[in-house]
């Protein structure tokens, strides 16, 4: 039996809430709690999506696992401290231990098709964040090499798009080298790690931050809220694809009349429950294991 959406946490210790993420600080080390809420347009819906958190989570575990890049994890049980103030076990499944790492405050972005700001960008100007790309692309076009196009990491709002050269002038040269480097590994191993799964990986958006003086890999990696995953077998270049992310909620509200400057409408259950098993049928195609709701 699926458990109802977790849409907020409480906990005795100081908070800092994402529009997904509720992230407490232990001391020494963070907790990062993924609830079920879902954003679209830098809108946090109304109700969630069950099990969303839970998914994301097990899907993050399994790529810092898989990818042999150093990172954030410690553990994903809950610790004493916080298991005291949780005694239905709410958050089972659904957190990490990690360690407190300095963020470094751009997104590192990699796109390896042409789709959502690029493919606007591109009509408009024939470039994705100033690279210039050959004429006549479709919607969707596979790229001639993966893109590193940074952008500015917001606390609220929506992060903005900015060149290579902006990043490099704000964190310094050699940072950003090695930033655009481990991203595009990190995104080229997960782009053939869920080939053979039978998954496009569009895009995707990395946080790396600093940790004993070392660039570890942080937040989440290569999850449906933070990439486009596709199915290979019904990729088609010029149009929009079916996903497993959560463009399939965007495009529902771009159906309404909603204006996305208001707060924004009830997503109807049958979008909430198409919107759950899009993320189930990821992690399960990703990882090969079969999602059991705790």
Known sequence: MTRPPLLETHLPFPRRQGKVRDVYDLGDRLFIVSTDRISAFDWVMPNGIPDKGALLTKLSMHWFKELGVENHLIDDLVPPEVSAHDPDGDLVGRCMVVRKATVIPFECVVRGYLEG???KDYQATGRVCGIELPKNMQQCDVLPMPFFTPATKAESGHDENVSFEVMSKAIGQELANDLKEKTLQVYNRGVALAKKRGIIIADTKLEWGWWEGRVILIDE???PDSSRFWPADQWKPGRSQNSFDKQFVREYLMGTDWDKNSPPPVLPESI??????????AYERITGCSYVSS
Do not use: A, D
Not at 272 to 281: A, H, L
């Open 117 to 119: 700001s690029g493919w």
């Open 221 to 223: 990696v290569l999850t």
């Open 272 to 281: 909430v429950e198409q919107t759950r098993s899009r993320y189930v049928e």
